[in-house]
């Protein structure tokens, strides 16, 4: 446990040094306080409507202005925070998961399982994540559930396939056979020596995966297969003013930006990350390793 | 031949199988297409009496070989709300989505591959980090708001240049083709630069590739530019993967441009399938996913054998049908 901090305290160090990793470590903490601070408190409450207000211009009060109904779009795009976290959160860990255990029956030791999981992420993965959507979407009606399932399915196959490689070379190592024949079970193996291998690709893979979710949410939210009406998201804040976009442009501008920002923090997250965590070009994890030394457990280049 | 053979044989299980799962999956979803034709509040017998008019009391392994055999015929049923035909609503619409994505792809092809060529020439620390913010800000930009700032910009009555039509398709469709096109500009422009954004990182992986790999460096020693190896020698050799991404993502433009098509009023496939899936017109909604699974799975064919019929280094490889890259 006390090496896992270590570790991950050197990653985000060597991570802080670089403009490309600050700027994601920047905003993805400004963010994650901001849903948290919108929890508890907005500038305005969230459901203050206001009929003689409509469409302000930003002002002292209203910090980036009002929309149709005379809500606070600043106040709103805080709380949209929140609802985006949750969505990149849950699609991550569903990704994930579903990730891990295609590329568990794809190394496993069963071939005909191998052969058949191989076949199958292949033919799935050709369905864009918007048509399962939009199928999910005829008896579930508009929801977070939709976005998170369709998204995680997309991108945990997707996982599935850019990790194969290295947990296949990982699968037909030296240390895997010895392990086996020292009587260890398959999810032993899985875990002990083939997921440590395919960690950083993984990484780098739902970070990039965590952009596109962002990015799905308001898609499917303005397609309203997304985020329900009235639940606050940037895709609703985007959603729900892009229809008088000729006529106010000032207050559409903003939640297109901060999805923007957003997006490309995540990836140049994932890219920082990769970085980070490759011993190879990263001369710090090296020394640090070096000095804790690292045990043996096989994913030490 | 063999993998010619293999690879029809493939497609054929696919589309076998994709046929089930649509048919399975509005089966599956509660509400059938009598109780959701008949209405909420209507009587039991009411829906009963729809569902032997449909055929829905039949044993579903009969229900299913009978959309096949209509399948063959090209005749997807007819709408419930409509009760025009499904295929030929599915033309009306490919008629305006297929050009879309036509013109969207020569934006981004246009504006990625040289981009992605220039990245991967560009010497220099600042150079280099400038292309990768482009292209990672390209990429994260949502289509609707590239759209709606397009739209600022040139949309007609309201852009800073207002010249183009931002909303509609003409009532006459390709009759008048001058409005026609005009009216397709601004959606692919805003669709063509996000994917010119992907085409871009496509193009700079697969040159830096090739160049790490030493055909860049022999082609210099045999007297080439820098510049001239990775533009005659590169792109060419980068083409097979190039050709297969290509046309994956020719594919995945057609859900893409979805919110695009919406944005822009276009009665393209994207807003028919969003507005049928939002009227729960389960028989339109069935044969539009067929049409366009199917459609996915004939590209991806296409692309395998392109690839193949593109790269003789994959024949000369034993076995060679690790093909789908």
Same mark, same amino acid.
């Given at each position: 446990?006390?090496?896992?901090?270590?570790?991950?305290?050197?990653?985000?160090?060597?991570?802080?040094?670089?403009?490309?990793?600050?700027?994601?470590?920047?905003?993805?903490?400004?963010?994650?306080?901001?849903?948290?601070?919108?929890?508890?408190?907005?500038?305005?409450?969230?459901?203050?409507?206001?009929?003689?207000?409509?469409?302000?211009?930003?002002?002292?009060?209203?910090?980036?202005?009002?929309?149709?109904?005379?809500?606070?779009?600043?106040?709103?795009?805080?709380?949209?925070?929140?609802?985006?976290?949750?969505?990149?959160?849950?699609?991550?860990?569903?990704?994930?998961?579903?990730?891990?255990?295609?590329?568990?029956?794809?190394?496993?030791?069963?071939?005909?399982?191998?052969?058949?999981?191989?076949?199958?992420?292949?033919?799935?993965?050709?369905?864009?994540?918007?048509?399962?959507?939009?199928?999910?979407?005829?008896?579930?009606?508009?929801?977070?559930?939709?976005?998170?399932?369709?998204?995680?399915?997309?991108?945990?196959?997707?996982?599935?396939?850019?990790?194969?490689?290295?947990?296949?070379?990982?699968?037909?190592?030296?240390?895997?056979?010895?392990?086996?024949?020292?009587?260890?079970?398959?999810?032993?193996?899985?875990?002990?020596?083939?997921?440590?291998?395919?960690?950083?690709?993984?990484?780098?893979?739902?970070?990039?995966?965590?952009?596109?979710?962002?990015?799905?949410?308001?898609?499917?939210?303005?397609? *309203?297969? *997304?985020?329900?009406?009235?639940?606050?998201?940037?895709?609703?804040?985007?959603?729900?003013?892009?229809?008088?976009?000729?006529?106010?442009?000032?207050?559409?501008?903003?939640?297109?930006?901060?999805?923007?920002?957003?997006?490309?923090?995540?990836?140049?997250?994932?890219?920082?990350?990769?970085?980070?965590?490759?011993?190879?070009?990263?001369?710090?994890?090296?020394?640090?390793?070096?000095?804790?030394?690292?045990?043996?457990?096989?994913?030490?280049? | 031949?063999?993998?010619?053979?293999?690879?029809?044989?493939?497609?054929?299980?696919? @589309?076998?199988?994709?046929?089930?799962?649509?048919?399975?999956?509005?089966?599956?979803?509660?509400?059938?297409?009598?109780?959701?034709?008949?209405?909420?509040?209507?009587?039991?017998?009411?829906?009963?009496?729809?569902?032997?008019? @449909?055929?829905?009391?039949?044993?579903?392994?009969?229900?299913?070989?009978?959309?096949?055999?209509?399948? @063959?015929?090209?005749?997807?049923?007819?709408?419930?709300?409509?009760?025009?035909?499904?295929?030929?609503?599915?033309?009306?619409?490919?008629?305006?989505?297929?050009?879309?994505?036509?013109?969207?792809?020569?934006?981004?092809?246009?504006?990625?591959?040289?981009?992605?060529?220039?990245?991967?020439?560009?010497?220099?620390?600042?150079?280099?980090?400038?292309?990768?913010?482009?292209?990672?800000?390209?990429?994260?930009?949502?289509?609707?708001?590239?759209?709606?700032?397009?739209?600022?910009?040139?949309?007609?009555?309201?852009?800073?240049?207002?010249?183009?039509?931002?909303?509609?398709?003409?009532?006459?469709?390709?009759?008048?083709?001058?409005?026609?096109?005009?009216?397709?500009?601004?959606?692919?422009?805003?669709?063509?630069?996000?994917?010119?954004?992907?085409?871009?990182?496509?193009?700079?992986?697969?040159?830096?590739?090739?160049?790490?790999?030493?055909?860049?460096?022999?082609?210099?020693?045999?007297?080439?530019?820098?510049?001239?190896?990775?533009?005659?020698?590169?792109?060419?050799?980068?083409?097979?993967?190039?050709?297969?991404?290509?046309?994956?993502?020719?594919?995945?433009?057609?859900?893409?441009?979805?919110?695009?098509?919406?944005?822009?009023?276009?009665?393209?496939?994207?807003?028919?399938?969003?507005?049928?899936?939002?009227?729960?017109?389960?028989?339109?909604?069935?044969?539009?996913?067929?049409?366009?699974?199917?459609?996915?799975?004939?590209?991806? @064919?296409?692309?395998?054998?392109?690839?193949?019929?593109?790269?003789?280094?994959?024949?000369?490889?034993?076995?060679?049908?690790?093909?789908?890259?």
């Amino acid at each position: 446990m006390k090496a896992a901090i270590g570790y991950a305290a050197t990653v985000l160090r060597s991570m802080w040094r670089h403009a490309g990793g600050r700027f994601p470590l920047v905003v993805l903490g400004l963010w994650a306080a901001i849903s948290v601070v919108s929890l508890f408190w907005t500038p305005q409450p969230l459901m203050r409507t206001d009929g003689y207000h409509t469409w302000q211009s930003p002002s002292a009060e209203h910090w980036l202005g009002t929309d149709g109904t005379g809500a606070d779009v600043f106040s709103w795009l805080m709380a949209g925070s929140r609802t985006d976290l949750l969505i990149v959160i849950l699609t991550v860990l569903v990704a994930a998961a579903l990730g891990l255990l295609f590329v568990a029956a794809m190394v496993s030791r069963h071939t005909a399982l191998a052969g058949a999981s191989v076949v199958v992420v292949d033919a799935l993965i050709s369905i864009p994540t918007v048509l399962i959507a939009l199928v999910l979407a005829v008896p579930m009606g508009a929801s977070i559930a939709v976005i998170v399932i369709a998204c995680g399915f997309g991108y945990g196959l997707n996982l599935a396939r850019v990790a194969r490689p290295q947990a296949l070379l990982a699968a037909q190592s030296d240390y895997v056979e010895s392990a086996v024949s020292n009587g260890a079970s398959g999810a032993y193996v899985f875990f002990r020596h083939i997921v440590p291998n395919i960690l950083p690709v993984m990484l780098v893979q739902l970070s990039l995966s965590a952009g596109t979710a962002v990015l799905a949410e308001s898609g499917l939210t303005y397609l *309203g297969v *997304g985020v329900p009406s009235g639940t606050p998201s940037w895709g609703h804040s985007l959603a729900t003013t892009v229809r008088f976009i000729t006529v106010y442009p000032l207050t559409v501008l903003w939640p297109g930006l901060v999805v923007t920002v957003a997006v490309v923090a995540l990836n140049l997250f994932g890219d920082a990350l990769r970085d980070a965590i490759d011993p190879v070009t990263n001369p710090e994890l090296r020394r640090a390793a070096g000095a804790t030394r690292m045990e043996e457990d096989g994913h030490g280049r | 031949m063999r993998f010619v053979l293999r690879r029809l044989l493939l497609f054929v299980v696919a @589309l076998l199988a994709i046929s089930v799962a649509v048919f399975a999956m509005l089966r599956v979803l509660p509400g059938d297409v009598a109780a959701v034709m008949a209405g909420v509040n209507s009587p039991p017998e009411r829906v009963a009496q729809l569902r032997a008019e @449909l055929g829905l009391d039949r044993p579903l392994a009969v229900q299913y070989l009978d959309w096949c055999a209509n399948l @063959l015929h090209g005749d997807l049923g007819a709408s419930m709300l409509t009760g025009r035909s499904v295929s030929e609503q599915v033309g009306v619409r490919a008629s305006i989505t297929f050009p879309l994505i036509t013109l969207g792809l020569l934006v981004a092809l246009v504006i990625g591959i040289p981009l992605g060529c220039a990245a991967t020439l560009a010497r220099g620390h600042r150079a280099r980090a400038a292309y990768r913010l482009v292209s990672i800000v390209g990429g994260a930009i949502p289509a609707l708001w590239s759209g709606m700032l397009l739209i600022l910009l040139f949309g007609r009555g309201v852009g800073l240049i207002g010249v183009l039509p931002s909303q509609g398709f003409p009532a006459a469709g390709w009759g008048a083709p001058v409005q026609a096109l005009t009216s397709l500009v601004l959606p692919a422009l805003s669709v063509g630069i996000i994917v010119g954004a992907g085409l871009m990182r496509y193009t700079r992986s697969a040159l830096g590739e090739l160049a790490a790999s030493g055909y860049i460096e022999m082609a210099m020693s045999c007297g080439m530019t820098r510049t001239q190896a990775v533009r005659q020698v590169g792109l060419r050799l980068a083409m097979p993967q190039m050709v297969s991404v290509v046309g994956l993502t020719f594919a995945e433009m057609i859900t893409g441009v979805m919110v695009i098509e919406n944005l822009f009023a276009l009665p393209g496939l994207g807003t028919g399938l969003v507005t049928d899936v939002g009227n729960r017109d389960l028989i339109a909604v069935q044969g539009e996913l067929f049409m366009l699974a199917a459609f996915f799975l004939l590209i991806g @064919l296409l692309v395998d054998l392109a690839h193949r019929a593109l790269d003789p280094r994959l024949k000369a490889s034993i076995g060679g049908n690790e093909v789908s890259a």
